[in-house]
Structure formats: C-alpha cells, structure tokens
C-alpha cells in the first residue's frame, strides 16, 4: 500500500500481559516514529528512529515499553506486562527525510488494558 | 507540563464561514509547526506548516499566522465546508515533538 500501516488496529490485553505492535511505514521513509493518544488528549511523542538507528527515546514512560526498527523499516513497539494506564491509541508516523519534514501517520492501534 | 495548548476543545462555524483555530506554546526553540487533520479511527493528515521564518503562509482555503513574539499561531479555513468537520492538532517539531491537545470543528451545513 501506499501508506503508513498499522497492525493489529485493535488489541484487547489482560493486565499483566506483553504486547507488540506493529507499523510499517512508506517505503524508503528514513524517519519513523511512535506516538502515544490517550483519549481527549493529543498525540505525545515515545520515540524515533532515523533508518535503523533509534535517536530519541525520551517519551518512553517506562521500561517497560520497547521499540525497534533492526533493518530500517519494519518497526515494533512493545510493551511488558502492560497495564490499564498503557491503554491508547499507539500512532506510528514516518517521514522521507529529516524529522522536521511533515510525517505521514498510520491509523493507529488502539490498544485496551483490562 | 503542556508545552503545546490548544485552549478550545471544541468550535461550531456556519458554512462558508471563517474557522479559526488557535495554538499557544511556551518554547520558542522549536521553530517549526505543522497542523494536522484527524477523522475518527484514522491517523492524523498533514495540512499546513510554517517556520519561524515567516509569519504567514497560506494554501487553498488554509491559512497559518505565527506571531512569535505572543508564541501563538493560529489556522485559518476560510470558507470553512461540511468535510473540515474533524479535530485539529497543531506540532511543534525541533529536536523534540509536542502536540497540541486538538480542538474538534464541527461545520453545521
């Protein structure tokens, strides 16, 4: 496709339980990030990846959120023994060149912590 | 600490009118802004964008207004339609990224 996708685009988890979502952004898109949405609120940034190199990681809210992108495309997020405040919609977004340039976002994972 | 404020949840515009959409952020050294659109269930789409440079720039019906000095910027639709109907995020892009907490725009027919 064209776009930015986003896999599963819905995931129930039970507290406790590991999660990994998945997003695939525009071929030959240098730059790819994710994003965190609570609901009412906006996005907020959890990382950033320039091809396979992971340059920011200061959103993260804690270790138990992971993220990688090992060939510089594909890229994962996960999250360990996920609970109810990790519940979101998790947005990946990508963009051709700098992290300056506007990003193409992906539909979004909404993710639900029972 | 919201670094990126959008202080209307919400706003209601005739058809054919103007909409205009604010944005106030508190770190001048990140100088560059996008704004982007969100349809429920789908990812934000790029819209408008401006740095620091300048203080306008426009695009069809969109318009963007940066006023440094108050550290505020605005969206302008003019004439605002049905299918701008959708909630409205700006960004602050420099080597962090802060969005704003959205405003939803209804456009009553």
């Known amino acids: 496709g064209a776009g930015v996708s986003q896999s599963p685009r819905y995931k129930v988890a039970k507290r406790g339980q590991d999660v990994a979502l998945r997003c695939d952004p525009i071929s030959g898109h240098v730059s790819l990030f994710w994003y965190q949405q609570a609901l009412g609120q906006g996005p907020e940034f959890l990382t950033y990846?320039?091809?396979?190199?992971?340059?920011?990681k200061s959103g993260l809210p804690s270790d138990r959120f992971f993220a990688e992108r090992p060939e510089g495309s594909v890229s994962t997020l996960k999250i360990q023994r996920t609970q109810q405040e990790d519940s979101a919609v998790y947005l990946c977004?990508?963009?051709?060149?700098?992290?300056?340039?506007?990003?193409?976002f992906g539909p979004g994972t909404r993710l639900t912590v029972l | 600490d919201q670094q990126v404020k959008q202080n209307s949840p919400s706003l209601s515009v005739q058809e054919g009118r103007i909409s205009i959409l604010n944005c106030d952020y508190t770190n001048s050294m990140f100088d560059y802004f996008l704004w982007y659109k969100k349809y429920p269930a789908e990812g934000p789409t790029f819209l408008i964008s401006?740095?620091?440079?300048?203080d306008k720039n426009e695009d069809g019906r969109f318009t963007v207004f940066l006023n440094k000095s108050a550290k505020h910027l605005s969206l302008h639709i003019v004439p605002s339609q049905p299918g701008d109907s959708a909630v409205y995020f700006c960004l602050q892009v420099g080597n962090q990224f802060y969005f704003g907490t959205g405003t939803s725009l209804t456009v009553i027919p």
């Open positions: 977004a990508s963009s051709p060149g700098s992290p300056a340039g506007y990003q193409f």
């Open positions: 401006i740095s620091s440079i300048k």
């Open positions: 990846f320039q091809n396979e190199a992971q340059l920011d």
